[in-house]
């Protein structure tokens, strides 16, 4: 059974910082991107970082560029999200997957949820002001 679990989400005030975890199991992403987007209450899911399957290459949303980092350490099968500098416009559900298309190099445009896969369940980061 493939299954993406997130973790390390939680409250935090504004100006803090979390990180996130996406570890897989019943599947070897080692070959693929990874991606992270959140869904705000009311609000659409949204892409927030990419990574490729090598780790060489990143993409990120302007809303967080510059503030969170996306990486993976592959011999564990996990991809990390640091996120710095929060803000409560951070504040979202923040759901992992797996890009769907093996050995992309070029990550900038995976930035729509319908090129992922396998998603996680989700973690809650809550930032306060």
């Known amino acids: 059974q493939v299954q993406l679990v997130e973790s390390g989400g939680g409250s935090v005030q504004a100006g803090g910082s979390l990180r996130l975890s996406c570890t897989a199991s019943?599947?070897?992403?080692?070959?693929?991107?990874m991606g992270w987007f959140r869904q705000a209450p009311g609000k659409e899911r949204e892409f927030v970082a990419a990574?490729?399957?090598?780790?060489?290459?990143?993409h990120y949303a302007d809303s967080v560029k510059g503030r969170f980092t996306i990486s993976r350490e592959n011999v564990k099968n996990t991809v990390y999200l640091q996120m710095s500098a929060l803000k409560p416009e951070d504040t979202a559900i923040y759901y992992c997957?797996?890009?769907?298309?093996?050995?992309?190099?070029?990550?900038?445009?995976?930035?729509?949820?319908?090129?992922?896969?396998?998603w996680g369940q989700g973690t809650q980061v809550t930032v306060s002001s």
């Open positions: 990574i490729s399957w090598s780790g060489s290459n990143t």
């Open positions: 019943g599947l070897n992403v080692l070959s693929y991107g």
């Open positions: 997957a797996k890009d769907k298309t093996r050995y992309r190099t070029v990550v900038a445009g995976i930035n729509s949820r319908h090129m992922y896969e396998y």
